[in-house]
């Protein structure tokens, strides 16, 4: 099966049926505490989350979900677990998204009326199969069909069909799938054949991928893999930590693939014994800097590349194929803009010549 032809909308935003790629991040908030998670989500917006997932632990969770899409513009999913009850009061309460397994809702009038409600409003199911939690007798069917990789992408994808068949028998499809492992294989394998299969929208991540930096290469690798070979509608990075980091390394994988052109790309060389100034600082200082105006990039759909380059070698080059570039040398810099040289200044006053070039790129339109 080619590509994704099932589309839903989650929100304002579509995932599917030709849509960008989106980037999803989920809180590390209390629920419960309305003031806080809209807070976070405010960051994780600034940082350019498109969708964003809140666990929905117990009633009072569910209950916030009202108060919390008040103070924001986020989308909202519900990410829901086992009591069918929390999904139909965070429906009522607007969320725009649930995240289920209708498997452990255990009983089939459960997950009847949770697909009822969701179809009444519009709101999509993604339902979601990790590896670590794949069902014994789905892993017993596939066992010696392969390597254990393969045995388990296959059981996953039982897992997966399961559930979706059971949305379909109660006519219900607006539905998005995950198959997530800590394996990179195995996640290609599980995706790979679920495309076969359905033609739903696929939400990819490498579950559980750690700390930074090894949870960044893996996320990366696992994600992009998928991407590259047109598999895959939305992603989210699961890193240990600040969810914010999650949605930029998600931002830069699909931005490295060239799946999304808006904002800002920074470029900015790794250093060497021939810097002759502090470019990781100057580097550092430019990225705060440009994120407010990434954000305006963004929401007008415009893209502009900055680069922030410390040697003689390669820093003129890159520098003058940026849209706004600076090539530092000892005590001073060439500022670039649309690869023509067009002041020389003290290393001092680099930063807000930098600056000073982006602006005028961005009101010139």
Known sequence: MEGTVHKVKVGGVQIGGGAPVTVQAMTDTDTRDAAAT????KELEEAGCDLVRVAVPDMEAAEAIGRIKAQGNLPLIADIHF???LALAALEHGADKLRINPGNLRRREHVE??????AERGVPIRVGVNAGSVPEEARARHEGAGDVQEQLAAAMVDSALEHVRMLEELDFRDTVVSLKAFDLRTTWLANR??????????????????????GIARSAIGI???LKAGIGDTIRVSLTGD????????????????LNTTGITLITCPTCGRCELDLPALA?????????????????????RVAVMGCVVNGPGEAREADVGIAGGRGKGVVFVQGRPVATVAEGKLLEALLDGVMEQVRAG
Request: proline residues 7%; hydrophobic residues 45%.
């Open 113 to 118: 009326a949770v697909a009822s409600a969701a």
């Open 38 to 41: 809209a807070a976070q989500i």
């Open 83 to 85: 009591d069918y009850r």
């Open 284 to 304: 550092r200082a430019a990225e705060a800097r440009l994120r407010p105006v990434d954000q305006e990039l963004r929401r007008a759909g415009r893209a502009l």
């Open 193 to 214: 054949r679920f495309r076969e299969e359905r033609d739903y929208p696929l939400h990819l991540g490498v579950t559980e991928a750690g700390l930074p930096p090894a």
């Open 224 to 226: 992009a893999m998928l």
């Open 243 to 258: 969810p914010v980091l999650q949605v930029r390394v998600g931002r830069e994988i699909l931005s490295s693939l060239e």
